[in-house]
């Protein structure tokens, strides 16, 4: 399983990027995708998530009206669309799949496979 996660760079606050990752080697499809993020000296934290298509989104509190996640199940790609940039979303953002029940769905040990992580740098 192949998880390639793009489109990080530096912006300025206010400006907007999209990240996507694409996965191979697995039936896309079955699998909840979701991305998280690190900052230097913080620990792994949940972003947002979704299990299928047409089914619920799951956001954190601080990026919920800002940052929107789907995904191209013709394209084995998920992706995150990240509106208004804050300098507190700076981080190395991860893109992961899993199968977790509803309850898990921001939790990422429910994630077995990640992606190797792109820098997102925002700058005030």
């Known amino acids: 399983v192949q998880l390639q996660a793009s489109g990080g760079g530096s912006v300025q606050a206010g400006d907007s990027l999209r990240l996507s990752c694409a996965a191979s080697?697995?039936?896309?499809?079955?699998?909840?995708m979701g991305w998280f993020r690190q900052a230097p000296g913080k620990e792994r934290e949940f972003v947002a998530s979704l299990r299928y298509s047409s089914g619920p989104t799951y956001y954190a509190g601080s990026v919920k009206g800002r940052f929107a996640i789907s995904r191209d199940n013709a394209k084995d790609t998920v992706y995150l669309q990240m509106n208004n940039l804050k300098p507190e979303d700076t981080a190395v953002y991860y893109c992961a799949a899993g199968t977790p029940i509803i309850s898990q769905i921001r939790d990422p040990s429910s994630f077995g496979y990640w992606g190797q992580g792109t820098q997102v740098t925002v700058s005030s």
């Open positions: 080697g697995l039936t896309f499809s079955r699998y909840a």
